[in-house]
């Protein structure tokens, strides 16, 4: 670890150009739904993001890698503004949705986080039945008519497979289901609100190999419509699942390209070595 | 070595189980091998008549109702009172902030503070308003009782509510308040339990019900009316130079004690329900 911490520090004398997440090869990508400029965040005087500039492409599957402590969670968090709530956390710079700065001033926090579903590390069941976890977000933004809520909660429990396991005991606790189903309960329950963005917190280390093969196939098949940005701390993951690869170090964004790109060509030497695994 | 180690965990465990389960063993016993001979049914239907507390007829149905009135009527105001609080300092300020730091502190002073000491206070407020001893004044004083009992037992629980689950409503769009419910309902359980405790320590105090509520042989039919209570029917009893009234005051002690436990185990049984069908 020390080596590579060396080394990175050399390169970043030698070569800060690469350094920096300037976009890359975007041109061909289109117009970014989320767009993170100049974002620091300092968590009690410690500077935890440094600089990060990334513009996540649309309707495509990113994923946020590198080591533990680097500050992935920290800036997914800082995409939904769950930081609002803790005092010892500055944040500057700007987080772009639908070219909206989400930390402007007169932006209203459920809005913005109505736009982007929040799948955590464990599945978070909410302390009601099946069909309510579902119908909660619709109803706490106005759906009120049954009818309405039965069909978005069939739609959105199809949507995630889970229809057709759950579909005679919609009344019993949530909290009954294996974890697996859960993870997926917890995913229709984000969609059923219509997000454009999907985010993902590491959401498939607490499931089993079945399990987490499932929610890989459901990301993959939602990027048709959805952006979907996960941390994630198994680079086999990634290797399956991500069409762009963002890789973090100590708080610097340090490449950000398409994830053949960097699996097979990374710029970066620190890159280089945290995909070979000299480093984790 | 580490074997004989275990060996003297487990006795030690054992022993001081053992200890408390036997103390427990010995009161239940001199209770209800005191209080059933002379426990009937005139006991628990009738209030007292003239000369009760000298052996004649009658029983202690004022105090039953009294105390029953009393705890219900606390327990409503108190929970009004309490959750709101241990909402507040648990999800809407920060858990560890100053600020609920501060007012955890002032509950944990309340929590201390003797039973006589509430008493007292209800008296003088009674006083400034004009009242006498009064079901009213009583259920102010024993309010304050329970209040930190509730505060705190609900804020324990409350702190176990993990981060993510406060976070995933809100990442739906949800407001604080719409989150809080959420909150709310994950810790109904520990709700029920704070409830109980705190039917536990109001109903069985007689110091703060002494000098607010007062005594009477009659079960009070206004707010403004003294009210009986069993702590005090077993006390006025138990001082009681005849030995049947003595006895009888064993017998008042086993009926709070089986108002207790019935509350225990129905408020238990409610709260299962409840969380068996929501949670």
Not at chain 1, 15 to 44: A, C, E, F, H, M
């Amino acid at each position: 670890m020390e080596i590579n911490l060396k080394r990175y520090q050399d390169t970043m004398e030698t070569d800060p150009v690469n350094v920096r997440s300037g976009p890359v090869s975007l041109t061909k990508l289109s117009y970014p739904l989320l767009r993170v400029v100049d974002l620091n965040v300092t968590i009690q005087h410690k500077h935890i993001l440094k600089n990060i500039n990334l513009q996540i492409p649309e309707k495509s599957i990113t994923c946020i890698i590198g080591p533990s402590g680097c500050g992935k969670t920290t800036l997914l968090r800082s995409l939904n503004r769950l930081h609002d709530d803790n005092a010892d956390i500055t944040i500057s710079g700007s987080v772009m949705v639908d070219n909206e700065d989400i930390y402007g001033k007169n932006v209203e926090v459920t809005h913005i986080r109505k736009k982007m579903g929040l799948l955590a590390q464990r599945p978070t069941v909410l302390p009601m039945s099946i069909f309510e976890n579902v119908a909660y977000g619709p109803r706490i933004h106005g759906t009120r008519n049954r009818r309405k809520l039965y069909v978005i909660v069939k739609n959105q429990l199809e949507a995630v497979g889970l229809w057709e396991e759950v579909k005679d005991r919609l009344k019993t606790p949530a909290i009954k289901l294996s974890i697996g189903q859960q993870q997926r309960l917890c995913l229709a329950r984000g969609l059923a609100v219509h997000p454009e963005i999907i985010l993902g917190d590491e959401a498939t280390s607490a499931l089993d190999p079945i399990a987490t093969t499932k929610i890989e196939q459901l990301f993959l098949t939602l990027r048709k419509e959805y952006s979907i940005v996960l941390v994630t701390h198994t680079l086999r993951q990634a290797r399956r699942i991500a069409d762009y690869v963002a890789f973090m170090y100590m708080g610097e964004l340090i490449e950000f390209g398409s994830a053949n790109d960097i699996f097979s060509n990374p710029q970066h030497q620190l890159t280089k070595d945290y995909i070979s695994g000299s480093f984790s | 070595m580490r074997k004989l180690e275990e060996q003297i965990m487990k006795i030690v465990m054992l022993m001081a189980s053992g200890i408390i389960i036997f103390i427990l063993g010995f009161i239940l016993w001199k209770i209800i091998s005191k209080g059933l001979p002379s426990l009937n049914w005139d006991m628990v239907s009738k209030t007292p008549s003239g000369g009760f507390y000298l052996g004649k007829e009658g029983g202690i149905l004022n105090a039953i109702m009294g105390s029953l009135m009393l705890i219900f009527c606390s327990v409503v105001i108190s929970i009004f009172l309490s959750l709101p609080v241990a909402l507040y300092i648990n999800f809407i300020l920060n858990r560890k902030s100053f600020a609920s730091g501060v007012i955890r502190f002032a509950f944990d002073i309340m929590f201390g503070i003797p039973s006589i000491v509430y008493g007292a206070f209800g008296f003088m407020i009674m006083v400034f308003l004009g009242l006498q001893a009064s079901l009213l004044g009583g259920i102010i004083a024993v309010s304050l009782l329970i209040m930190p009992i509730m505060v705190r037992s609900i804020d324990e629980v409350a702190g176990q509510v993990p981060r993510d689950l406060l976070e995933a409503p809100l990442s739906l769009g949800a407001t604080r308040f719409e989150m809080v419910k959420i909150a709310a309902r994950q810790i109904t359980p520990g709700i029920t339990t704070a409830i109980l405790l705190s039917v536990g320590r109001g109903i069985g105090d007689a110091a703060t019900v002494m000098l607010t509520a007062g005594f009477t042989d009659s079960i009070p039919t206004s707010l403004l009316q003294p009210a009986a209570t069993l702590p005090l029917a077993i006390f006025f009893q138990l001082s009681s130079p005849v030995e049947e009234v003595q006895n009888r005051a064993y017998s008042a002690a086993l009926i709070l004690t089986i108002i207790i436990l019935i509350l225990s185990f129905s408020t238990r049984y409610v709260s299962r329900k409840i969380s068996k069908s929501k949670i």
